[in-house]
């Protein structure tokens, strides 16, 4: 059973330029969260996406943008880079139900801008 | 809103020696309650969680913790110490205010073990 998968696993930008980032979810999950983790920080919470629709965004800018497919994968488009978004990005999938539910990482993307 | 706080941004033990790893939380709800352990250029493992239904929560790699609530902590211990065991360390809250079940969490600890 695959776990979470994200691609790609580094990533080269300069300023300015949009990167897109894919996460496919671990197999039976329908809900994909995007964290990001300064050097040094604890994750920080981007946006999560359920049924191909945004159901929260933490407090990021409106460069940060997502998608979900119907297959439940989904990806994270930042447009307009800035020095400060250098991070890892990680993907964490889970199974939406009522209760305590547990988020299982992929191994992140990260992303360096020049 | 919920937050974590992770006391000592280092830690160093000595191998075979007791690892202590504190959080404290706040939250105006009953927490559901998680540490991550973060290796080296990897993304976050899931060591252990509390959800109410015992205090003492065992996890992987002989990792426990004790959900507090008079202290508002969530300490994570093990007996003895492994090299294998140098990592960064994360606790996290879960928040669903807002609609989502979003993790909140704290600055983590790192692990350093001395032969």
């Known amino acids: 059973d695959a776990g979470v998968t994200q691609s790609p696993t580094h990533l080269i930008k300069t300023r300015g330029q949009q990167v897109t980032l894919r996460c496919s979810p671990k197999?039976?999950?329908?809900?994909v969260s995007w964290y990001q983790q300064a050097l040094g920080q604890g994750p920080q919470f981007i946006f999560q996406?359920?049924?191909?629709?945004?159901?929260q965004r933490g407090n990021f800018p409106d460069r940060f943008s997502g998608h979900q497919f119907p297959n439940y994968s989904s990806e994270l488009n930042v447009n307009a880079l800035l020095l400060g978004d250098s991070a890892l990005y990680l993907c964490?999938?889970?199974?939406?139900?009522?209760?305590?539910?547990?988020?299982?990482f992929g191994p992140g993307t990260r992303l360096t801008v020049l | 809103a919920q937050s974590v706080t992770q006391l000592g941004s280092h830690v160093s033990v000595s191998e075979g020696a007791l690892v202590l790893l504190r959080c404290n939380y706040s939250?105006?709800?009953?927490?559901?309650l998680f540490w991550y352990v973060q290796y080296p250029n990897q993304g976050l493992q899931l060591l252990l969680k509390?959800?109410?239904?015992?205090?003492l929560v065992k996890g992987i790699n002989g990792f426990e913790a004790e959900f507090k609530k008079s202290e508002t902590s969530f300490h994570l211990t093990k007996p003895s110490a492994h090299m294998s065991d140098a990592a960064e360390y994360f606790c996290?809250?879960?928040?669903?205010?807002?609609?989502?079940?979003?993790?909140?969490f704290g600055q983590g600890t790192r692990l350093t073990i001395n032969p």
């Open positions: 964490a999938s889970s199974f939406l139900s009522g209760g305590a539910v547990t988020q299982y």
């Open positions: 197999s039976g999950h329908d809900t």
């Open positions: 996406y359920y049924e191909e629709e945004e159901r």
């Open positions: 939250s105006s709800v009953p927490p559901y």
């Open positions: 509390y959800t109410s239904a015992a205090t």
């Open positions: 996290a809250v879960s928040d669903q205010s807002g609609g989502a079940q979003k993790l909140v």
